[in-house]
């Protein structure tokens, strides 16, 4: 409905419009919500993704590790009232922080890094650039530093005055998640299976706790058994630095064979039974549609590198904040304005 308005509007102001945007329309395979454009801060903060990209460069040379870290912080912040930064807010008063969430607590980082950028933009351009945009760059400089695909980032965004605590526990897959749940809750954020697997290659970078997949190796069915789709050679390793109690901190490769770099080895890794999540393994194994796609991307790293780059723009698109909603935080952990 939103949508068919806007062809109308569009179709007394420029044909080009009126194209891009009816196509969206028909096809349903939107890559933009009108209302966010890539220009949005041509004018008004014309630096802004240069400067977020050198904070992110150096950020990753000083820790590799944090470009994953800062690529994850989008898609945690999109599926909760979506990309409105709302996982960025801190604890204080009433606010109930999404830092303490099941999948944030003790595993989400690089809050640190979205400060000094936010920082740096409100000296070039004070009240201007979104922490939730910033997030949405970010994500795109980190893919592509680590060796991923590049896109154009939608921008508009703007963010909550409210963090959903709630929400985060609910609407955030967990690493044991059945394969039904998965796809329910992408589902639910209007990302379909395509996404799914395409989304998850991003844990081609980055690492999981002991922690999160400790069940796998010891107590998978709850009768002290390996799961059956891990390969054997794998969990001995694992079970070396995880054991079955204590060192839940220890940190392991998502993708064991190039774990800094962003390529299809995850895809491969699913193939033959060395996919470090639950949730990881599971696209190979429950469904056959998603395990045609685990091979697609496997044998074509283009292909999984084309439909990454759609998926995150689709992913950024999630309920944003636009027009006089929310607000422009000029620090990313707290609301501008707090009522007493
Ligand atoms: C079914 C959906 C997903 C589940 C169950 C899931 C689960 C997890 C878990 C358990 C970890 C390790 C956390 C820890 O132990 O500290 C992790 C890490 C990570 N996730 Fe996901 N994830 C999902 C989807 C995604 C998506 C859609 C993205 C990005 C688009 C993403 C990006 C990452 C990255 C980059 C890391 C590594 C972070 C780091 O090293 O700090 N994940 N994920
Ligand atoms: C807007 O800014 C971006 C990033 O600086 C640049 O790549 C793009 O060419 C600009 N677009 C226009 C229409 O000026
Ligand atoms: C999945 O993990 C969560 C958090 O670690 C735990 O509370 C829950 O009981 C687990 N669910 C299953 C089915 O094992
Ligand atoms: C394995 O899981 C079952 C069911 O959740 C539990 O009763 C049992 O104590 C667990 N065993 C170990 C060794 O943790």
Redesign the pocket.
């Known amino acids: 409905m939103a949508k068919s308005i806007m062809c109308i509007v569009l179709t007394e102001i420029s044909l080009v419009a009126l194209f891009h945007i009816c196509i969206c329309y028909q096809t349903n395979e939107c890559t933009s919500t009108p209302s966010l454009s890539p220009q949005f801060y041509n004018s008004s903060c014309p630096k802004a993704q240069t400067i977020v990209q050198s904070f992110v460069a150096k950020a990753y040379s000083n820790d590799p ?1 944090m470009a ?2 800062l ?2 912080l ?2 945690h912040d999109c599926f909760v009232n979506g990309c409105e930064a709302s996982l960025l807010l801190d604890n204080s008063g009433t606010m109930e922080s999404e830092k303490r969430s099941v ?1 944030n607590q ?2 989400a ?2 809050f640190e890094v979205i400060d000094d950028i936010k920082s740096a933009l409100e000296n070039e351009c004070p009240q201007t650039v979104s922490c939730a945009d910033i997030l949405a760059i970010v ?1 795109r400089d980190t893919t592509v530093i680590t060796g991923g695909p590049s896109w154009e980032v939608y921008l508009g965004r703007r963010d909550a005055r409210e963090a959903n605590l709630k929400g985060s526990n609910d609407n ?4 044991n ?1 059945t394969f039904e749940s ?1 796809v329910t ?1 992408f589902n639910v954020q209007g990302l379909d299976l395509t996404d ?1 697997v395409a ?2 290659g ?2 081609t ?5 002991c ?2 997949f400790r069940q796998r190796l010891y107590n998978q069915s709850g009768n002290s058994d390996l799961d059956q789709t891990l390969n054997q050679n794998y969990a001995s390793m694992l079970q070396q630095g995880c054991p079955i109690s204590g060192d839940d901190q220890n940190l392991f490769a ?1 993708d064991y064979v190039t774990p800094t770099k962003f390529d299809n080895y995850y895809f491969k890794n699913l193939m033959t039974f060395k996919g470090l ?1 639950s ?1 990881d393994e599971v696209l190979f194994t429950k469904s056959r549609v998603s395990m045609q796609l685990v091979k697609l991307y496997a044998e074509n790293e283009e292909a999984f590198f084309e439909q990454f780059a759609k998926s ?1 723009v689709k ?1 950024g698109n999630i309920s944003p904040l636009t027009g006089t909603n929310g607000e422009i935080r000029r620090i990313c952990r707290r609301v501008n304005h707090v009522d007493v």
């Open positions: 590790r994953a870290s690529l994850r989008h898609f999948s003790d595993s980082r690089g994500a955030i897959p967990l690493s998640s998965i809750m799914v989304l998850l991003s844990h970078i980055g690492n999981s706790r922690k999160s998502l999540l949730s995150m992913m």
